[in-house]
């Protein structure tokens, strides 16, 4: 039985990660959060959970658990903003939290960076760190130090795409939280096309992953020649199913809620730049960025199906039915 360390255990992904992490192994784990209130299980009395109540700013309190005890951490805590809070947690405690690990006793860490800070060929994009919020440039921030860290060689940086995930037990992603809202404008989306390209991945299918990589902790996650062309000691992973387009969305959203579709109105960039200005929309840097940048596609993208498991969630009809619509 191995100790395992979880932070971010209260949000969306943190749910999933911690009920297959019961359900499919026989380790212990320690639950840092800051309102074990926002825990949607029974814990109280689970015999393999002990929720330690604090968070990423008071991390040294737990410096001796995580020096003699820890066999696997698995890091999905974050602060979404402001920029000060944002650098303290996701920057200056998560470093803390991966110092204070023993290299001779952690054997994996599982740290959750963004798919946002990686350009088209998973290399740093620098924009990330120009233009992002202050949760990207954080993430960026980070990431941009692990190297240097003793135990770099154990960590497996996860690059999460588009995120869905959550039910009447489990927290929603703010992806799905926003689908329904989204879907009340298929009436007029359905008219338009334009150029763009994503990822998305369930919640679920990361806990799989995570699970996997646990119970399985020597599989080989990249071929021998990306690991020479590979400078860095990190292994990344980016967590996505194939790259679908912004078009293709919509036709198949159309199709599986049966909404007509005669014709398209082409939404060229330079379009929209005008309609920009002349309704002086307010946008921030990245929003603005993003805009331009369009194709968000990575290499390599991972999901269960890697490792020889099955997907939950694999096509936008998929998508659709585990949002209940």
Known sequence: MKKIFVTGASGCIGHYVVESLLNETDHYLYLLVRDPDKLNFEWENHPRVQVLVGNLENIDDHS???LKEINIAILAATSWGGSAEAY????????????MLNPNICDQVFYFSTASI??????LLEPALQFGTDYIRSKYQCFSQLDRLEISDRIIALFPTLVLGGDRTKPFSHLSAGFPEIMKWMGLIRWFSTEGSFHFIHAQDIARIITYLVVNPHTQ????EEQEQEASTITKLVL????????QTIDQLCKSTHTKKYFSIPLYGWLINIFIKIF????DSWSYFSLNYR???????????KFGLSNYVSTINEVLKTTGI
């Open 280 to 283: 002086r929309i307010q946008m």
């Open 64 to 66: 001796d658990l995580l």
């Open 295 to 305: 194709n968000f596609t990575y290499q390599n993208t991972v999901t269960p199906a």
């Open 118 to 123: 990686l350009d088209q060929n998973n290399e």
């Open 88 to 99: 303290d947690v996701n920057v200056v405690k998560s470093l803390a939290l991966l110092k």
């Open 221 to 224: 996650l990249v071929s021998e």
């Open 240 to 247: 996505g199913n194939q790259a679908i387009t912004v078009d």
